[in-house]
């Protein structure tokens, strides 16, 4: 079974891809909203809560973890490694192929403030974009309209805005998304760059590293298309009413309040 987790709904960018690619897998995907925003918390906190969520899912029959968050990815990719003995696949800003694909050596990332001023961006900005320059801006409210279903609102507009117009006049020709939950908001930057600029969504690359892992782990599928949706809020309530909004599916929601060891 293919396990993910966010924390909250923007996973579920990842979550259309790796199905989308591996259309017969089972996949639990598992939202921390009780935590959401990870963004605002502390590397430990998120260590700490990262770590719970891989053993539940571990329990529940997981043999491959995609860790659908960018900043769960830098803060905690790598004390999941070492600690669960299964493949883990994390998310990361595509830096790499925008600045191999710039033409103005100019781009920008947008990403939380965690995620941005984290380690893991850092190496990527000093191995992969010599020679470019990379704007660096956070996403200020971006998440939690996403987590509320306000695709297309005023306040949405707004707070899209406010980050996206002020870079139309930086000559830069690439954005990378950073943030699992940003994809969703894409049609309102687009509507803002136009064609000129083109967005990176790492969620196609994420998939084929996932079939790549299953292959190379000899993993075969043991199910039809199960999915498990989880939420640690609560009530499931919210999370089962965007489920059609952000994937288009009316599935149940189960509610598992996790405790952090």
């Known amino acids: 079974m293919i396990a993910m987790h966010d924390s909250g709904l923007g996973g579920l960018s990842i979550w259309r891809a790796v199905r989308a690619a591996l ?16 963004g605002p918390r502390s590397r430990q906190e998120i260590i700490d809560r990262s770590l719970a969520i891989g053993h539940y899912l571990m329990s529940q029959g997981a043999t ?31 830096i790499k192929p925008a600045a191999a694909a710039s033409r103005t050596r100019r781009i920008a990332v947008l990403a939380t403030q965690a995620t941005l001023a984290s380690e893991r961006v850092q190496t990527l900005l000093d191995t992969h974009a010599n020679g470019v320059e990379v704007l660096r801006r956070p996403g200020h409210g971006w998440v939690e309209q996403v987590e509320a279903g306000e695709l297309d609102s005023p ?19 690439h954005i990378a ?4 939950h940003y994809p969703f908001l894409a049609p309102l930057i687009r509507e803002l760059t ?17 079939v790549s892992q299953l292959k190379q782990h000899a993993s075969d599928s043991q199910a039809d ?10 009530d499931a309530g919210p999370m089962a009413r965007m489920l059609p909004i952000l994937i288009g599916r009316h599935d149940a929601v189960e509610s598992h309040p996790l405790e952090t060891p």
């Open 23 to 38: 259309p017969r897998w089972p996949i639990t995907y598992l939202a921390d909203q009780a935590y959401c925003p990870y």
């Open 64 to 94: 491959i973890l995609v860790v659908a968050c960018n900043t769960a990815t830098t803060a905690a990719i790598t004390a999941l490694r070492r600690e669960l003995p299964i493949p883990i696949v994390g998310v990361e800003p595509a």
């Open 155 to 173: 306040l949405t507009r707004q707070v899209v805005a406010e980050v996206v117009s002020p870079l139309l006049a930086q000559n830069i020709d």
């Open 177 to 180: 998304l950073g943030c699992t």
């Open 194 to 210: 136009g064609d000129a600029i083109a967005l990176y969504d790492p969620a196609e690359a994420i998939a084929r590293r996932v």
């Open 225 to 234: 298309h199960c999915y498990r949706f989880i939420t640690t809020a609560d």
